[in-house]
């Protein structure tokens, strides 16, 4: 697939964002607003990254859709760009040093390429479907391949997870989860951002990730690196991950079936009845045809 033309521009856009995320990260936020829940931030550095991303998008793919976390659905077209201008917010509102800034370009319920930056630490990752995942770090010469890890077990796995803007209002809130996993494996890590989070997934540095309620710009790219760097993708319910999916487990393989029976083991024992988004989610669309606010 001849994707190298939009690779070396997500490539260029993504890199830009980062350095205007750092920009303002040095000095500190100064204004901190709330959205969907009194947890769920935004700061002047999510809109000035997604003004630019924006504005790089539509000038050099006039005829694709755009989807940002901001500023929703822009354009129509058979391809849809679907970004996070600054994911891990919260983290970059305390100053703490975890935060990406992803673009993905979909087609349908496929995506095509994708590219991650892990800010402060100035690398960038990225995939083109059927071309492998890579990775550059500031002091490297040359990309090298991603590759995830060999753990075959939870008990020797280190995994990362997230909980929802909706936890303290929801009991489907991924505390029981977390709780089954926290006494198999070897440790869980919450660090606050799911491209990230997703990035050293396929970098081997994690064994597995899941999580729920989050949105295509969270997950989008970040599946495609998994996937490219020899890893498995589903929804809770083992189906393929597509953008539409509300629910995300990513690992390298190995450890994939165990996760997806601790899953089920404790969604059994939920009533699901009075939970609909415990169910897997399919159809929402990919997210190119909605309002972000929505449910």
């Not at 040095?26 to 700061?43: C, E, M, N, W, Y």
């Not at 005829?63 to 391809?79: F, K, N, S, Y």
Request: proline share 4%; charged share 25%.
């Amino acid at each position: 697939m001849a994707l190298e033309k939009e690779l070396a521009i997500a490539q260029s856009i993504v890199r830009e964002a980062a350095e205007v995320l750092m920009r303002i990260y040095r000095t500190g936020p100064q204004h901190i607003a709330r959205k969907s829940t009194a947890i769920d931030l935004v700061t002047e550095a999510d809109i000035a990254s997604e003004r630019l991303i924006l504005e790089r998008l539509r000038a050099s793919f006039p005829h694709d859709a755009i989807l940002g976390e901001e500023t929703g659905v822009h354009g129509t077209g058979q391809r849809c760009w679907i970004f996070d201008p600054l994911d891990g917010t919260t983290n970059f509102a305390h100053r703490l040093p975890i935060f990406g800034v992803s673009v993905a370009l979909v087609e349908g319920n496929t995506v095509l390429l994708g590219v991650t930056c892990d800010v402060t630490r100035g690398r960038l990752y990225w995939a083109t479907r059927g071309g492998g995942a890579w990775t550059q770090g500031p002091e490297e010469r040359t990309p090298r391949p991603l590759r995830v890890s060999h753990t075959r077990s939870l008990q020797a796995a280190l995994l990362a997870t997230g909980f929802p803007y909706d936890k303290a209002q929801s009991q489907d809130n991924n505390v029981a989860e977390f709780a089954a996993f926290l006494v198999r494996a070897q440790g869980i890590r919450r660090a606050g951002a799911a491209t990230v989070d997703m990035a050293w997934l396929a970098d081997g540095r994690l064994d597995g990730y899941w999580e729920q309620k989050l949105r295509p710009w969270d997950w989008a790219a970040g599946a495609l690196l998994v996937q490219e760097a020899g890893g498995k993708v589903t929804d809770y319910a083992g189906n393929p991950w597509t953008p539409a999916s509300t629910n995300i487990v990513a690992s390298n393989g190995h450890l994939h079936d165990a996760m997806l029976e601790v899953i089920a083991r404790v969604r059994r024992q939920e009533d699901t009845g009075s939970n609909p988004e415990s169910a897997d989610a399919t159809s929402r669309g990919s997210g190119c045809d909605r309002d972000p606010s929505a449910g």
